[in-house]
Nanobody, 117 residues
Framework: QVQLVESGGGLVHPGGSLRLSCVAS????????LAWYRQTPGSQRDMVAS???????NYLDSVKGRFTISRDNAKNTVYLQMDSLEPEDTAVYYC???????????WGQGTQVTVSS
């Protein structure tokens, strides 16, 4: 059974930092491209950051320079380091994994991030 389990969300003041983690099980982690998405009520789910099998990264323009995605294949974990957080970053953040060989994709259950004073 495939599982993606996120952790690290919470409440933080503007300007603060959080690190999200997503641990995967049931997949050959190193073979998957990974990403973090976020969603607010009534809005579509947007990709925040992605990382390829080889470590290439891509970011939503509004988080460039503030967020960093990374992966540790030995721990089957993908991270999202979020610095200089803004109220507009408030959302549920989802971990995503996709096999480019099979197009099979998986989602985590989401973790809430709230940026508020």
């Amino acid at each position: 059974q495939v599982q993606l389990v996120e952790s690290g969300g919470g409440l933080v003041h503007p300007g603060g930092s959080l690190r999200l983690s997503c641990v995967a099980s049931g997949i050959t982690f190193s073979s998957y491209a990974l990403a973090w998405y976020r969603q607010t009520p009534g809005s579509q789910r947007d990709m925040v950051a992605s990382i390829t099998k080889r470590g290439g990264t891509n970011y939503l323009d509004s988080v460039k320079g503030r967020f960093t995605i990374s992966r540790d294949n030995a721990k089957n974990t993908v991270y999202l380091q979020m610095d200089s957080l803004e109220p507009e970053d408030t959302a549920v953040y989802y971990c995503y994994a996709v096999s480019l060989a099979t197009n099979i994709e998986y989602w985590g259950q989401g973790t809430q991030v709230t940026v508020s004073s």
